[in-house]
C-alpha cells in the first residue's frame, strides 16, 4: 500500500476530496516526524508507538579495506505496534 492508496481510502471512507485528504496524511505525518526530531514519542493508543531508539557506539568493520572503524552513537526512529494491533494482523494475515 503506497500514500496514494492510504490518501484515496480515506478520501473514500470520509467523503473528503483527495487533496484534502492528502493534506491531512501530509500532517500527520509531518507532525510525528517533527516530535521524534525533538525527541519526543508519539503514543496512539490501540495503533501503536512511534518512539527514538538510542544506539550506543560500537566497532565495525570494513572488509574489503581489512580496517576498523567507530560507529557513534545515533538515535533512530522505530515503530512498536500495539499488542491488540499485533494480534489482530497474526489472526487475519495467512501467510502463503
Do not use: C, Q, W
Not at 493534506?23 to 518512539?51: C, D, H, P, Q
Not at 533512530?76 to 494491533?85: D, E, H, L, R
Request: proline residues 3%; hydrophobic residues 40%.
Amino acid at each position: 500500500m503506497t500514500k496514494a492508496d492510504i490518501v484515496a481510502d480515506i478520501a473514500l471512507e470520509t467523503g473528503l476530496e483527495k487533496t484534502e485528504a492528502l493534506r491531512a496524511v501530509e500532517a500527520f505525518m509531518n507532525s510525528i516526524k517533527s516530535s521524534l526530531s525533538k525527541g519526543t514519542n508519539v503514543y496512539l493508543r490501540g495503533f501503536g508507538s512511534f518512539i527514538v531508539k538510542e544506539r550506543a557506539e560500537k566497532t565495525g568493520r570494513n572488509i574489503s579495506k581489512k580496517t576498523t572503524i567507530i560507529i557513534p552513537a545515533h538515535n533512530i526512529p522505530s515503530f512498536k505496534p500495539s499488542k491488540t494491533f499485533v494480534a489482530e494482523v497474526k489472526s487475519k494475515v495467512k501467510i502463503k
